[in-house]
């Protein structure tokens, strides 16, 4: 079962903007990833960031942590119709299988 | 290869058929995953391998469902007695040293 809630559900944007994606979870975890998906397509990993970590940068990607809170954010920043896809969270817990939440459908509007 | 590779990318069967999935991970990849994947939801674990054995398969469904990789290399997922509730994209993935996951295209299963 999935324990990862993501929010929003769908997000519309237009080209340029930043989208910002929240992940929640419930358990105490190793790392937490993110993930896109095309449509139709596999996971693709985006970046990773540890529990001891509470920001992390990756080209137009910035992705925090707040582990008191259980809950992470992923922006993109200046956001391109290319960025269109499924994002999902995904953390590592003690049982060392690797949780996914329910996903945020991105579209940006070109 | 460069990738993990799912074969058959599709797989049509007649419920109450037996199916068989392959997944070929990232060379020098010790841990493999099994997901699930129903349309506009996130993966779902089914089972997790670290070499050959089965490290955890507390997301397997049934006992219709059945994984092996024992060489520690390509795993297969077994499906018996199908069931239209099979219908799903499944997904395999190779874990790396540093913890990403990496994944193949999948293979979906239409139950009819």
């Known amino acids: 079962s999935q324990q990862g809630e993501e929010d929003p559900q769908a997000l519309s944007i237009q080209e340029g903007e930043n989208a910002t994606m929240n992940c929640s979870y419930k358990?105490?975890?190793?790392?937490l990833q993110w993930y896109r998906q095309n449509s139709g397509r596999g996971l693709v990993h985006l970046i990773l960031i540890r529990s001891n970590e509470r920001e992390k940068h990756s080209g137009r990607l910035r992705v925090t942590l707040d582990t008191s809170k259980k809950s992470s954010s992923l922006l993109i920043t200046a956001s391109r119709a290319a960025d269109t896809a499924s994002y999902f969270c995904?953390?590592?817990?003690?049982?060392?299988?690797?949780?996914f939440g329910s996903g945020t459908q991105l579209t940006v509007l070109p | 290869g460069a990738g993990v590779s799912q074969t058959p990318s599709n797989k049509v069967t007649e419920k109450g058929k037996y199916v068989e999935l392959r997944c070929d991970p990232i060379s020098g990849h010790t841990a493999l995953y099994w997901y699930r994947q129903s349309l506009g939801q996130g993966p779902e674990f089914l089972i997790y391998?670290?070499?050959?054995?089965?490290?955890?398969d507390s997301g397997l469904p049934n006992d219709r469902f059945f994984a092996v990789r024992p060489e520690g290399s390509v795993s297969t997922l077994k499906i018996q007695r199908t069931e239209r509730g099979d219908s799903a994209v499944y997904l395999c993935?190779?874990?790396?040293?540093?913890?990403?996951?990496?994944f193949g295209e999948g293979s979906r299963l239409t139950v009819l």
């Open positions: 993935a190779s874990r790396s040293g540093t913890g990403e996951l990496f």
């Open positions: 358990t105490s975890i190793n790392n």
């Open positions: 995904a953390y590592l817990g003690s049982a060392r299988q690797l949780t």
């Open positions: 391998f670290q070499g050959t054995g089965a490290a955890d």
